[in-house]
Each structure stands twice: as C-alpha cells, then as structure tokens.
C-alpha cells in the first residue's frame, strides 16, 4: 500500500509540472507577441531621401522635413515599399520644395488629407501613385497651399485630369476618386 501511494504522489509531480509548463508556455507565448507589438510601434524608422531631407516613420505616420528636394526614385526604388503596410498617414513639413519620382509610389494604405506645404515647386513623375489602383495612395482630400505647378490626377494614362491649376491654391476633395497623381 505504501509503495502505491509513493507512486501516486510521485505521478501527482509529474502531472503538476506538466500543467505548470503548458501554463509557461501558454504566456510566454502571449507575452512576447506583445513585447513585439510594443517594440514594432516604437521605434522610428529614419530614411534619408534627399541631401537635406529625411523621413521619419513612426506609428505609421509617415513626416518628411528638412530643406530642399528629395531625390527621384523609381518603381523598383522607391524608398518606402519595405514599409508601405505600416504607413498610413503623411504629412510633409514646410522647407520641402520638390517631391521626387515615385517618393510615395506602392503605398495603398496611405489615406486621408494630404496637406501640400507653400515651399513645394514642383513634383517627379509618379510621386504619388502604385503599380495599380490599390497599391497607390487613396487621399480622401488634397489641401494646396502651394501655387508652383499644375496638379494632375490620373484616371487613365490617355486622360489626365488638373486639380489645380498653377497659381491656384486651395482644397479639393477626391475621396470619389481613389487615383494616382503627379
């Protein structure tokens, strides 16, 4: 009878230590995809894309600030297509005067109001756009404070649209659109 119950309480162990490491494991595994989520949204991501300008993606707002250009890039190039799911939001400081070739090109999830500063003289070709209408950037509402250039939305390659015309400043609203531009 003794020898039963050693073997009881010795198989009682095994059955606690069992439990307790599926516990472990169960939050160890919760608790580190948290920390990853903490540390995906943290740390910022800077890129330099022109001799005074940089750009810094942090909790998918997408800031580009300095003075001057930004380079031209192109469509295998284009400086932001490691992180276009993570962008959201862009927003572009003043001191910015030309916004280069396929800068923002494949970033489908960018949405919302796009506010282009008074310093901005003029744009590179595909600046804003995606290898289709889902991939490019789908702005609900472009706000000009600009008057350097004429502002076209493409809905075909045939036909392209002016939303603003040079020396003409304000806000359209092109959420009806979803269409690349520049």
């Known amino acids: 009878m003794e020898r039963k119950q050693k073997k009881f309480r010795v198989h009682r162990w095994y059955r606690v230590l069992a439990v307790l490491l599926v516990l472990c494991l169960a939050l160890s595994y919760l608790n580190m995809n948290s920390i990853l989520a903490y540390a995906e949204g943290s740390a910022p991501v800077t890129v330099d894309v022109g001799e005074n300008v940089s750009a810094v993606l942090q909790d998918g ?44 090109y494949g970033l489908g999830n960018l949405k919302g109001v796009l506010t282009l500063p008074g310093s901005i003289s003029g744009f ?9 209408q889902i991939d490019a950037p789908a702005f609900t509402e472009i706000h000009n404070e600009f008057t350097g250039t004429d502002i076209f939305m493409q809905q075909a390659i045939e036909h392209p649209e002016t939303i603003f015309s040079e020396g003409q400043s304000g806000t359209v609203d092109v959420s009806e659109y979803n269409l690349s531009f520049f």
């Open 124 to 132: 590179g070709d595909y600046a804003f756009s995606g290898s289709s």
């Open 61 to 104: 707002i997408l800031t580009l600030s300095g003075q001057g250009n930004t380079a031209d890039f192109s469509a295998e190039t284009a400086p932001f297509l490691p992180y276009a799911e993570e962008i959201h939001t862009l927003l572009i400081e003043d001191g910015i005067t030309y916004i280069g070739s396929y800068l923002c």
